[in-house]
């Protein structure tokens, strides 16, 4: 139980090019998802926190027109990384908070991003 | 920032305890500890979590002073798969306040 998958698990894409990553919570409902980006050798960053139907609250620095949050069910929410350059090339992660509140978070397996 | 505070790394050999603390001075009434695994290019998988005093499950046990500023990651009989990051957090499980990684501890295991 508690699985939480992530797609795609890699992308390359061009500079300026929009992509799309998709979280889903497949054996649970999850009323908060949140996103973290990795950068090599170092730890996980959070970057935004997903509640459905609403607006995602942004981390202090990240630039909410370029990552679109959009959290549309309980069980998928979606990170889409606008005009991508290759500074935003990294490692894409997610979490899914249960609807149950009495667990803590799984994350999905990351999603590597390379911007050229 | 980052509510913990652990060693930055780690050795170990092969079929001995390793045991991993964390400082959380800072910790809430209602902040769980929670500890994460992550091998490279891979999320992290959950470990063990805990409130207080010991928690055991299959593959780790969790120490838990009474002034729950710190805690222990005890790990038994480490095998070569056990080599990855540990990060230990915390975080209130009911508000579903974010987790907010620190450096983590690498922990090499050595045939």
């Known amino acids: 139980g508690a699985v939480v998958s992530q797609h795609p698990s890699w992308v390359i894409c061009k500079s300026g090019t929009s992509v799309k990553i998709e979280c889903r919570s497949l054996d649970f409902q999850a009323t908060t998802m949140f996103w973290y980006r990795q950068f090599p050798k170092q730890s996980l960053m959070l970057m935004a926190t997903s509640n459905e139907g609403s607006k995602a609250t942004y981390e202090q620095g990240v630039e909410k027109d370029k990552f679109l949050i959009n959290h549309a069910s309980l069980t998928l929410s979606t990170l889409t990384v606008t005009s991508a350059h290759p500074e935003d090339s990294s490692f894409y992660i997610c979490?899914?908070?249960?609807?149950?509140?009495?667990?803590?978070?799984?994350f999905g397996p990351g999603t590597r991003l390379l911007v050229l | 920032l980052a509510k913990t505070t652990q060693p930055i790394s780690m050795d170990s050999y092969e079929g001995q305890e390793v045991n991993i603390t964390c400082s959380h001075n800072n910790i809430a009434t209602n902040d769980y500890i929670t500890w994460y695994q992550q091998f490279p290019s891979q999320g992290p998988r959950f470990i063990i979590q805990g409130y207080k005093t010991k928690v055991t499950n299959e593959v780790a046990s969790l120490f838990i002073p009474a002034d729950r500023k710190s805690s222990t990651l005890s790990l038994p009989r480490v095998s070569l798969s056990d080599t990855a990051v540990y990060y230990c957090?915390?975080?209130?499980?009911?508000?579903?306040?974010?987790?907010?990684f620190g450096k983590g501890t690498r922990l090499s295991v050595i045939a």
């Open positions: 979490s899914a908070r249960p609807i149950s509140g009495q667990e803590t978070q799984y």
């Open positions: 957090l915390v975080g209130d499980p009911i508000r579903g306040t974010p987790l907010v």
